[in-house]
């Protein structure tokens, strides 16, 4: 089979139906779906369960955190072209044509990505990458160059070779939120990305997850063992600070001083613009205020990575 689509579930009963039917709806045919419940505590199982489609092979296991989850369905796909879905996202039906298009394009590359949407509260935003147009081509492309707005690699519109994972490590499951940005980092320093701007998927964005993540903090990525690349590799060192500003901002709005300390000392501010410098000397009252105001994420400069 060409691709083994990756799906690990934990209490998504209320989304993974759609995000099934997403993937059964595609134009491309050949692929299975590895799908692992990772200790669910609601009726995902059931609704997974529903499905009879053969393509289908489902496991479980008990609860052991979204990056273990993702590394024990990963070992138990039969393709090399490993096709990531978060279980409450979807795709478009041609999603996995476009993929297979840049494959046979690009036969000697490793990491394919196509656009994305994000879905926050009913409205659809296009995502916006540091790149040139490409228009409905594919280029291939620097990973943080191409990163500098949002992220052109996520978890839901990504097919990565099965020995990437060999060559540049797996999910870190010591990493409880932003395992995603750790991986994608650690591929940007070895490989291209073939990116195409169709929009293929649609991430959605659950207002729960974002207050969440402010209680998280302290269980997120701090990008301390990529540091070292940081004088080598002017655009690693935009994207880190990048993302070391948003954590500031989680940082404020928790009242965390010592972590927006560590943050905040390590970023070059040359590499935010004005406006975020600005919002950096805000207190935490006003930058709460702020994210719960229509398009509060677009005001604040947050990169939606940040809140994985």
């Known amino acids: 089979m060409k691709f083994s689509i990756v799906i690990a579930v934990f209490n998504k009963e209320k989304y993974i139906a759609e995000t099934l039917k997403s993937v059964l709806s595609q134009t491309f045919t050949d692929f299975e779906v590895v799908i692992l419940n990772d200790g669910s505590t609601d009726n995902s199982e059931a609704e997974i369960l529903k499905f ?96 500098q707005l949002d992220s052109i690699l996520h978890s839901s519109s990504v097919v990565i070779k099965r020995n990437v994972f060999d060559e540049v490590g797996w999910y870190n499951p010591k990493i409880i939120s932003g395992e995603d940005t750790d991986l994608y980092v650690r591929i940007g320093l070895k490989y291209k990305v073939v990116f195409s701007p169709r929009v293929c998927a649609t991430y959605i964005v659950r207002k729960s997850g974002l207050f969440q993540s402010v209680r998280n903090l302290e269980e997120k990525a701090g990008f301390e063992a990529y540091e070292i690349f940081e004088k080598d590799h002017p655009a690693l060192k935009k994207f880190l600070d990048l993302n070391r500003y948003s954590l500031c901002i989680l940082a404020k709005m928790e009242g965390n001083k010592e972590a927006f300390d560590k943050y905040y000392q390590k970023i070059n501010p040359e590499n935010l613009i004005k406006k975020q410098q600005f919002l950096l000397r805000q207190n935490k009252t006003i930058l709460k205020y702020m994210l719960k105001t229509k398009n509060g994420l677009e005001k604040l400069g947050l990169r939606l990575g940040t809140f994985k």
């Open 52 to 147: 009879k489609d053969p393509r289908i092979r489902y496991f479980s296991q008990e609860n052991k955190g979204a990056a273990a989850a993702r590394n024990a369905a990963i070992g138990k796909a039969m393709s090399d072209n490993i096709a990531l879905l978060d279980a409450d996202d979807y795709w478009y039906p041609y999603y996995l044509e476009e993929q297979n298009r840049l494959l046979n394009k690009f036969p000697n590359q490793f990491i394919f990505a196509t656009a994305a949407e994000t879905k926050r509260n009913g409205k659809i935003f296009q995502n916006s990458y540091s790149i040139k147009t490409i228009e409905n081509d594919a280029a291939l492309v620097d990973y943080f160059e191409a990163s």
